[in-house]
């Protein structure tokens, strides 16, 4: 019996230690992953670039690349900070915006026009060049077309300036399958554009009038930073796409170029320093938990909404 009771407080024991250990672990864990965010965000701080030799003449470029989204690398706050930090570098001879983007958002994409235009404004003496690789498309192009010039490669592919807004229908299909919708709101527009319902077509006019407000913010752009340069044609603001070649013809670009060219021969500043920030980890990481964060909340309002 006694060796019974021995038995168990040792294996009690055991089992103690064990517990022990794996929590000790488990904060040991905890805390390396914290110390390697914290060193994370003190060696990237706000944001990085590569800077060769910020102390001589050169030409600063700044990579607009992707989606142009909040959540994005090719965000407003990213982009005009980085066109800041090229702007306030009294070596840097111009700068020179490199595109490769099919579009995005309006709002990002108006928010970088405008700094544009702010800054060369504030400095006269730096030419903003903007240079299109595969795409500048739709927001792409609309960022471009702030530029003092637009270099584009005879097959990149330039414009679509128009808007879009996108949904589905299933009504047919609900019908089919015998299925209901039933949805209860307050507002009469509070369900616009619900792929379980049919079109409203007063609806549908409300939404046409705002996309054609949209688009006629995006021309207006457009014609402010183009000027005489754009060639009268119908066909200019239809969402239309053309080759870098033929909207050099429309005067949608001002001629064939890359990066490397402009600065030479346009800046005449040969060597090209990358200005572009890039969001850190931790930055990252807090918009990923945001968003995911906003995601759930819409979801909550949604079946509030709903129910």
């Known amino acids: 019996m006694d060796n019974e009771v021995i038995e168990k407080v040792l294996l009690a024991n055991v089992q103690e230690q064990r517990r022990a250990r794996r929590w000790a672990n488990f904060w040991r864990f905890v805390t390396f992953g914290l110390l390697a965010v914290v060193l994370m965000t003190s060696y990237f701080g706000s944001g990085s ?28 706050e990213l982009i005009n900070d980085s066109l800041r930090e090229a702007f306030k570098n009294t070596h840097a001879a111009g700068i020179i915006l490199r595109i490769n983007s099919p579009g995005g958002s309006p709002v990002q994409s108006g928010m970088v026009y405008d700094e544009i235009r702010r800054l060369k404004a504030a400095h006269q003496d730096k030419p903003v ?34 808007v879009r807004m996108d949904s589905f229908g299933f009504t047919e299909a609900m019908k089919r399958m015998g299925i209901e919708r039933r949805i209860l709101t307050a507002g009469e527009n ?30 207006n752009a457009v014609k402010q930073g183009r000027g005489d340069r ?5 066909e200019i603001f239809s969402g239309m796409v053309w080759t870098g070649a033929k909207s050099v013809e429309l005067g949608l670009a001002d001629g064939l170029g890359t990066v490397d060219h ?14 572009t920030l890039q969001p850190n980890f931790a930055e990252r990481l807090v918009r990923r938990i945001g968003a995911s964060a906003g995601e759930a909340m819409a979801r909550a309002m949604m079946r509030w909404s709903v129910y």
């Open 190 to 219: 509070k369900a616009i554009l619900d792929p379980f319902l049919p079109v409203d077509p007063k609806q549908r006019a409300l939404l046409q009038l705002m996309i054609n407000d949209i688009h006629d913010q995006f021309i």
């Open 262 to 275: 402009v600065a030479r021969e346009v800046i005449k500043a040969e060597e090209v320093i990358d200005y």
């Open 49 to 76: 670039h590569m800077v060769a030799n910020p102390t001589m003449r050169h030409t600063a470029m700044i990579d607009l690349h992707g989606v142009i989204d909040y959540n994005s690398p090719a965000s407003a």
């Open 230 to 234: 754009l060639k009268p044609s119908p």
């Open 129 to 162: 060049i903007a240079v299109v690789e595969d795409m500048a498309a739709s927001g792409g192009y609309y960022i471009a077309s702030a530029a003092d010039a637009i270099y584009v490669d005879k097959a990149s592919l330039v414009g679509s300036i128009g």
